[in-house]
């Protein structure tokens, strides 16, 4: 079975541009989290999606913001970009059952951003 | 603060032997664990889990023990082999998981010795 998908897989930018990432969950699955990973530092969570609902919120900046949409892919978008921003950015997905039973999350390979 | 804590950052182990990777936590609301593997430009692909109401979780050559009141769990690889070589992270998440965000380790770089 297909893993998760993102796109682009690496994306330079310039300071205070915009940049849109997506992610296409496994199929069947509901829940979709992005995360983002600096340079040797560990995935920080950054926001969750539950039946293209927010459900959980971590250290999003306002700048970002996110959705899921209808076919439960999503989008990460970036604004006012920063030279911080410059990470490995992780979307992972999951299915819920409604026993809300623990699950594991699957991620995907990554975006790269670069901003210059 | 970090509240999963992996305090080895590299450990080397010989191939066949066992490797014991460790991760310490501090959140008492932390009841479900991951563990990952990560390979250099691919995201972490799931390896075992395990939630708060059991100690020990058996998958194959992996094994997570969890000791709640030392807030401590580990992962057992039996055997080691090359392919193992990776970072390992430590995850958790708390209050049911569902569909909130884990918090992880800084990883465990792990290198198979032949």
């Known amino acids: 079975a297909a893993g998760v998908i993102q796109s682009p897989r690496h994306l330079i930018k310039e300071k205070r541009e915009t940049a849109t990432l997506k992610c296409y969950p496994i199929?069947?699955?509901?829940?979709v989290y992005w995360y983002q990973q600096g340079p040797g530092q560990d995935p920080q969570f950054l926001i969750s999606f539950y039946e293209k609902m927010q459900s959980d919120k971590g250290s999003i900046p306002d700048r970002f913001s996110a959705q899921q949409f209808s076919d439960y892919h999503s989008e990460l978008n970036m604004s006012s970009l920063e030279l911080g921003d410059s990470a490995l950015y992780f979307c992972a997905s999951s299915f819920l059952p409604g026993t809300g039973l623990y699950n594991e999350q699957f991620f995907g390979p990554g975006t790269r951003l670069t901003v210059l | 603060d970090q509240q999963v804590k992996q305090n080895s950052p590299s450990l080397s182990v010989q191939e066949g032997r066992i490797s014991i990777l460790n991760c310490d936590y501090t959140?008492?609301?932390?009841?479900?664990f991951l563990w990952y593997k990560k390979y250099p430009a691919e995201g972490p692909t799931f390896l075992i889990s395990i939630s708060s109401i059991k100690d020990k979780n058996e998958d194959g050559r992996f094994t997570v023990f969890l000791n709640k009141s030392a807030k401590h769990l580990s992962l057992h690889i039996v055997p080691s082999q090359p392919g193992d070589s990776a970072v390992y992270f430590c995850a958790a998440s708390a209050e049911g998981g569902g569909a909130d965000g884990l918090t992880f380790g800084k990883g465990t770089h792990l290198i198979i010795q032949p």
């Open positions: 959140n008492s609301m932390f009841d479900y």
């Open positions: 199929s069947r699955h509901d829940t």
